[in-house]
Nanobody
Framework: QVQLVESGGGLAQAGESLRLSCASSESIFTFNAMAWYRQAPGRQRELVAS???????HYVDSVEGRFTISRDGAKNTVDLQMNSLEVEDPAVYYCAAHSRVSDYWGQGTQVTVSS
């Protein structure tokens, strides 16, 4: 069974940075893509950033230029560097692994931003 564990969430002031990490129990190259999603209270879950096995990255417009997704195949981890945090960014952030046959999700990590 694939397990994804997120870490690095917490409290930051607006303008500060946080780095989230997702550790996979399986090789990240088992999957077609790894991604970070977030869900804020009263809002639907949205895709924040993704990276496929070809190294192609995608970001939602609201985080473009501020967030960076990266991977480490040796450690089976996928990180999300979040810079210049804004009041729109607080949410539970979820790591996801996508393949052609299955989708796997982490338990989520809370990100809070104070202003």
């Amino acid at each position: 069974q694939v397990q994804l564990v997120e870490s690095g969430g917490g409290l930051a002031q607006a303008g500060e940075s946080l780095r989230l990490s997702c550790a996979s129990s399986e090789s990240i190259f088992t999957f077609n893509a790894m991604a970070w999603y977030r869900q804020a209270p009263g809002r639907q879950r949205e895709l924040v950033a993704s990276i496929n096995n070809g190294g192609y990255t995608h970001y939602v417009d609201s985080v473009e230029g501020r967030f960076t997704i990266s991977r480490d195949g040796a450690k089976n981890t996928v990180d999300l560097q979040m810079n210049s945090l804004e009041v729109e960014d607080p949410a539970v952030y979820y790591c996801a692994a996508h393949s052609r046959v299955s989708d796997y999700w982490g338990q989520g990590t809370q990100v809070t931003v104070s202003s």
